[in-house]
């Protein structure tokens, strides 16, 4: 739960996903949710999965100015969450928009809405898990208006299948539809351009990328959205870059789900993100 300076960057971490009710028991307090946003990557495996031609993406992701930088690894076993050594991929951060450390209810109460799933808070850490009965990825969602953004999300697998980052708009009709996704997984990290909700979702690969991640280790996500353009890196090096025209729209909001049980989460940060 820290904010970290990198030259004259500034970034910090974008975790969390959990609404607590205002005076309800916190530590410790477990709560299951009943209402939220469709997760896109059910159980049952609805919804299609479209692959794009990659050769319409660009053609240049590397970072030749950052392939020579030393990065000290981070101590992940502590029992607080490692500082991130992130820099974003597609600009740089402006205003910044929204912190959640965990720290205290009504905090968590202000910047998080619980949707499915079970939560619970306590000793400065907010932990998700779906509820099999479900049929549905725990989530919880952050409400705020925004178009090019950089969210970074301090986590830990305790056995879930993975997390995701889902970022949603209101369509033409003032529904809610999904625009784009971040999904992590403990071998796979990919960012997808999505349409519909629900049932009418379709979720179209942009870029993926192999990846090795262990329960009960702390990893920092950071994920960009500026323009058509989308990014994800995680502080083990590993990274992926697309572009799509539906990721270029205002968006509403942007929601945090667990696969299976459980993840945990240390810190989320959001931020403005000034393009290159």
């Given at each position: ?147 090019d953004a950089a969210i970074q999300v ?8 993975q997390i995701k980052v889902n970022f949603i708009k ?107």
């Amino acid at each position: 739960m820290r904010t970290v300076v990198l030259g004259s960057l500034t970034f910090a971490a974008l975790v969390g996903c959990t609404s607590v009710t205002k005076g309800a028991p916190v530590d410790g307090a477990t709560r299951s949710g009943d209402d939220g946003i469709e997760a896109l990557a059910r159980p049952d495996g609805s919804g299609a999965d479209v692959r794009l031609d990659r050769t319409t993406a660009e053609p240049d992701m590397a970072r030749p100015d950052l392939a020579s930088r030393e990065v000290v690894p981070p101590d992940r076993t502590g029992g607080d969450s490692p500082p991130s050594t992130l820099a974003p991929l597609l600009g740089r951060t402006g205003a910044l928009l929204m912190r959640e450390p965990f720290d205290v209810a009504a905090s968590y109460a202000r910047n998080f809405n619980e949707g499915k799933g079970m939560w619970t808070l306590a000793d400065g850490r907010l932990t998700g898990a779906s509820i099999p009965a479900d049929q549905h990825d725990a989530g919880v969602s952050h409400l705020g208006r925004h178009h090019d953004a950089a969210i970074q999300v301090v986590f830990r697998f305790d056995g879930a299948k993975q997390i995701k980052v889902n970022f949603i708009k209101r369509n033409a009709v003032n529904e809610r539809e999904h625009v784009s996704q971040v999904r992590v997984s403990s071998t796979t990290l990919a960012i997808y351009a999505q349409t519909g909700i629900g049932p009418t979702t379709v979720n179209r690969l942009m870029a993926d990328t192999r990846v090795s991640l262990q329960n009960g280790l702390w990893y920092t996500l950071l994920v960009e959205v500026s323009g058509k353009q989308m990014a994800a890196q995680l502080d083990t090096g590993a990274s992926v870059r697309g572009m799509d025209d539906v990721v270029d729209v205002d968006k509403e909001s942007f929601t945090l789900d667990v696969g299976g049980s459980t993840a945990s989460f240390d810190e989320v940060v959001m931020w403005t993100l000034v393009p290159r």
